[in-house]
């Protein structure tokens, strides 16, 4: 089933309260003839896994309607999805297209109904308005009702760009303070393997995959004990990492090469 929350828009660009739920509240209101109405947003970090679209609804009826489409992929917002277009059912009384939507509508007393896509960039968001009567939407296609979808868009747009800046900002924050810890481990490594820093932050970097670690977690630990009784496992991961070059490859010694079967130095 899809998920039915608010979305926050960007205040500047979007509905004036902001939120999904505010955008088909208002589409409904500035329609004489409509009903309620429906909204959806599609992005490709859910939609591309198969999970349905988050779905705001300005009455609880109404979000079975979505969900049959959803889940048949046929009606009129898989129909404007495809082509980038307004789909209108005019009467679905007579109106054959969509047959599971359809006698889902009829069974909610819906008769009409007009979806609206707006895409930007990688993001698609779907406006659907319906009515009691049949036609009476055409004009939903334009005016207020396609200005409200194109803004919200828009303002979802950009507030999805400012959590990602947030994100990737955080990031770097992580990567700055873990940085110098991250440093102190590889001098380690790089002292018991006698090896550059290159081949040490290759081991660091593999060690935390096959630990299921963060690489910060485990350089701290590294740093905490100094390396003691680490000095084992690094020289079999490097034996490892050694034979998986192939058995062409050359032993690496202090500058970046060294004896296959060296020894690894023993921290006091």
Request: charged residues 25%.
């Amino acid at each position: 089933m899809p998920e039915y929350r608010n979305i926050p828009l960007d205040r500047e660009t979007g509905p004036p309260d902001g939120g999904l739920a505010e955008l088909v509240e208002q589409a409904a209101s500035c329609n004489p003839a409509c009903c309620g109405a429906t909204a959806t947003v599609i992005a490709p970090d859910g939609t591309d896994r198969g999970e349905p679209p988050t779905t705001a609804v300005t009455h609880p009826d109404l979000a079975p309607l979505v969900s049959v489409q959803w889940e048949s992929g046929e009606g009129p917002i898989p129909s404007a999805l495809a082509t980038g277009l307004p789909s209108a059912a005019d009467d679905l009384l007579h109106d054959n297209r969509w047959p599971s939507y359809r006698a889902r509508a009829l069974d909610t007393g819906v008769r009409s109904s007009m979806t609206l896509p707006f895409r930007r960039q990688s993001l698609t968001v779907t406006l659907t308005v319906y009515g009691f009567r049949p036609g009476f939407l055409q004009n939903a296609a334009y005016g207020a009702t396609a200005l409200l979808g194109d803004l919200a868009t828009t303002g979802l747009l950009r507030e999805r760009q400012y959590r990602e800046v947030l994100a990737e900002v955080d990031q770097l924050d992580t990567a700055l303070r873990t940085r110098p810890v991250v440093d102190q481990a590889c001098g380690i490594v790089m002292y018991v393997l006698e090896c550059d820093v290159e081949r040490a932050m290759t081991l660091l970097r593999r060690l935390s995959q096959r630990t299921n670690r963060k690489l910060s977690d485990l350089a701290e630990a590294l740093v905490r004990t100094r390396g003691r009784g680490a000095e084992a496992q690094l020289l079999r991961l490097a034996e490892q990492l050694e034979s998986e070059a192939g058995a062409a490859a050359e032993p690496w010694n202090g500058h970046g090469r060294a004896a296959r079967r060296a020894p690894a130095r023993t921290l006091s």
